[in-house]
């Protein structure tokens, strides 16, 4: 079988939403050698997000596109499709993620013979590897509405958001431009002692680095979607690397547990 020059381990297509430049170079910097990112995009229009129903309008807009880029990420013939999004992965909780998700890794597995990584079904297996982890607290860069969703998805998969905080930025673009500043603080006020794990939602939000950091100085696990939806990637494929720099998850959990 020929294999792809420099993806000779893995090719992964990795679907964001066209407005995300945060997915494909966190992703880049997190790659192991022998894997490639084919990144294609939902296209949706750069919103102007400044109330919640404008947010709702994006989080429909991204659902609206998603089959469509799913199925032109297939026509590169990749091992596996990550889809680079969370919000709408969790929008209106467990049933109807986990009908979302089956419905992709059908589409997946009938055109191109694969499977997909989904934002929140990526975060319960990311979970499973931290067992005495009960209460969380979750930041993101979403509207009021958008937490709210996070929230609902969490309780129905068995754990209690604590505290929420979002940056509420005015725009899909946006979101990469906030500074680790603002995102340190919004980490700051949804700790405590009563917060076992930080999580955080959101995959245009520059986090992964900053993540690892926040793990030492917190002595707690601080989870960050692009690297958790990449380590779900990379072990439901067999890669085992452990890669240092960005948490925890990469660097010490080389399996999704059963």
């Known amino acids: 079988m020929t294999l792809d020059y420099y993806g000779y381990r893995k090719k992964f297509a990795l679907l964001v939403p066209s407005t995300n430049t945060a997915v494909e170079l966190e992703y880049n910097k997190m790659r192991p050698e022998g894997v490639v990112l084919a990144t294609r995009g939902c296209v949706i229009p750069p919103f102007k997000v400044t109330n919640e129903d404008e947010f709702v309008a994006m989080v429909q807009a991204i659902g609206a596109a998603t089959e469509q880029g799913l199925r032109d990420a297939l026509t590169c013939r990749p091992d596996h499709v990550i889809f680079g999004y969370s ?4 929008w209106d909780g467990k049933q109807r993620s986990d009908r979302e998700f089956a419905r992709y ?4 597995q009938e055109v191109g013979g694969c ?4 934002g929140a079904q990526a975060i319960m297996d990311a979970l499973k590897c931290y067992p005495g982890v009960k209460k969380i607290g979750v930041i993101s860069p979403y509207m009021p509405v958008g937490d709210k969703q996070v929230v609902t998805f969490m309780q129905d998969i068995g754990y209690e958001v604590v505290r929420i905080a979002g940056h509420c930025s005015p725009g899909p673009v946006e979101i990469a431009h906030e500074p680790f500043s603002k995102t340190r603080q919004l980490v700051k006020s949804v700790d405590g002692d009563d917060v076992d794990l930080i999580l955080q939602a959101g995959t245009n ?3 992964t680095e900053l993540a690892a950091q926040l793990e030492q100085e917190l002595g707690k696990p601080v989870l960050a979607i692009n690297a958790l939806t990449f380590w779900h990637a990379l072990r439901s494929n067999g890669i085992q690397d452990r890669i240092q720099g960005f948490g925890s998850l990469l660097a010490e959990h080389i399996a999704i547990p059963e």
């Open 87 to 90: 919000a709408e992965t969790f």
């Open 115 to 118: 499977n997909v990584t989904f």
């Open 205 to 207: 939000l520059y986090f």
């Open 105 to 108: 890794n059908a589409i997946a």
